[in-house]
C-alpha cells in the first residue's frame, strides 16, 4: 500500500512539475512577445519618410513626448525606463531625424541618444566676398526647394556679418537657420581679429568687404587699407571702384565714366567716407587686413593689367602708373 501511495506522490508532482514548466513557457513566452512588441518592433503608424523636428532647447523629457506624438515611439514611459536601464536618460539629443524605414524603440533611443539624424547633408560653400545676393543664387542651386528669395530680403541688412565658408546644410533648412549658421560663424571668426581702439566694427566690417574686392594678398589688402584709412581719417573721397559692382549687382564690374556719376550713397566718388554698409561678406584676410592696415606715403593705387599692384604717392605719379600699366 505504502509502495503505491509513493507511486501516486511521484505521478502527481511529475505532473505538477510539467503543468509548472507549461505555465512558465508561457508566461515566458508573454514576456518575450511584450518585450518584442515594445521595444523591438515599431508602432503601427509609424511616420515613415517623415523629417521629425524638435527645437534645440527642448528637454529630454520633451524630446521623447514630441517622438510619441508624431507615432516614432509607441510610450513615454517604457521609452524613459529604456533609457534609465542603459544610463543614457540624460543624452537625448533635439534636432532633426528622418526615418526612412519603421524602426523599434531600441534603435530610436541609439538614434537620439547619439544624435544620428538621418537626413543626408548638402555641402555649401560661400567664397570669400560673396554678396548677400549671390549666397541666395548658391543656395538655390545647391538646394533647388531653398527660398532663396526669403534669404535675401531677410538677410541684406545683415551684409557683412555673415560669415563666407563651407557649411553643411539639411535639405529642408530654411533661411532663418542659414543666417543664424552664417551669423554665428562670423562672431567666432571675428575673436581672431585684434580691433583697433579708433575703429568700430561697423567700419571695420565694411572696409573689409571693399578690401576683398580691390586685393588679393593679405599683404596688398593692408597696403591699400593704409591708403583707405587715410583718405578716410583725411575726409577725402575714398575712389574704391569695386562699389560698382555692388550697385550694378554684378560679381565683378569696372566702371564707365557715366557710372562715377551715378546717384548712390554706395558711390564712393561722389560721397566721400564709407559706403553705409558692407558690399560683401568678407573673410578673415581682410577683416585682418581693415584691423592692422600698413602705414606707407602712398595714396594711390591701381591693378596693372599684369593682375600687380602699384602705388604712388601723389596723383601725377599715379596718371603715370595708369599710362604705364592701363594701357
Known amino acids: 500500500m505504502y509502495v503505491y501511495f ?54 529630454a523629457g520633451e524630446v521623447i513626448t514630441t517622438l510619441e506624438e508624431e507615432g516614432v515611439i509607441g510610450s513615454v514611459f517604457w521609452f524613459k525606463a529604456l533609457a534609465r536601464v542603459f544610463g543614457v536618460d540624460r543624452e537625448v539629443h533635439a534636432g532633426k531625424y528622418l526615418f526612412l524605414k519603421p524602426q523599434g524603440m531600441l534603435t530610436v533611443l541609439y538614434r ?36 532663396s528669395e526669403r534669404f535675401v530680403a531677410l538677410a541684406l541688412e545683415k551684409e557683412g556679418y555673415l560669415f ?15 543666417i543664424e549658421r552664417l551669423e554665428e560663424t562670423f562672431n567666432e571668426k571675428i575673436q581672431e581679429v585684434e580691433l583697433p581702439d579708433e575703429r568700430t ?72 567716407g564709407l559706403p553705409p554698409g558692407a558690399i560683401n561678406n568678407p573673410g578673415v584676410e581682410s577683416l585682418l587686413a581693415a584691423s592692422a592696415p600698413v602705414e606707407s606715403e602712398y595714396w594711390y593705387y ?10 604712388a604717392e601723389t596723383f601725377e605719379e599715379h596718371k603715370e602708373n595708369r599710362e604705364l600699366y592701363l594701357r
Open 164 to 178: 563666407p565658408d563651407t557649411y553643411l546644410f539639411f535639405a529642408d533648412i530654411s533661411p532663418e537657420e542659414v
Open 201 to 272: 566694427l561697423e567700419e571695420i566690417v565694411i572696409m573689409a568687404s571693399l578690401l576683398e574686392k580691390e586685393a588679393k594678398t593679405l599683404e596688398e589688402k593692408r597696403m591699400i587699407a593704409g591708403i583707405l584709412w587715410k583718405r578716410f581719417d583725411e575726409g577725402m573721397a575714398l575712389q574704391v571702384d569695386a562699389v560698382f559692382g555692388y550697385i550694378k549687382q554684378r560679381d565683378t564690374y569696372s566702371p564707365s565714366f557715366d557710372d562715377l556719376e551715378i546717384d548712390s550713397p554706395y558711390n564712393t566718388y561722389l560721397y566721400p
Open 6 to 59: 509513493l507511486a501516486a506522490l511521484e505521478a502527481l508532482q511529475f505532473h505538477l512539475l510539467r503543468r509548472s514548466k507549461f505555465y512558465l513557457s508561457l508566461v515566458g513566452a508573454a514576456v518575450l512577445l511584450f518585450l518584442l512588441c515594445t521595444f523591438v518592433l515599431p508602432p503601427k503608424d509609424f511616420p515613415t519618410g517623415k523629417i521629425i523636428s524638435i527645437p534645440e532647447d527642448a528637454s
Open 302 to 311: 591701381l591693378t596693372g593689367k599684369d593682375g600687380q599692384m602699384y602705388y
Open 112 to 147: 537620439v541618444t547619439n544624435g544620428v539624424a538621418g537626413i543626408p547633408t548638402i555641402k555649401v560653400t560661400f567664397p570669400e566676398g560673396t554678396s548677400v545676393r549671390e549666397m541666395g543664387i548658391i543656395l538655390k542651386d545647391r538646394i533647388p526647394p531653398f527660398d
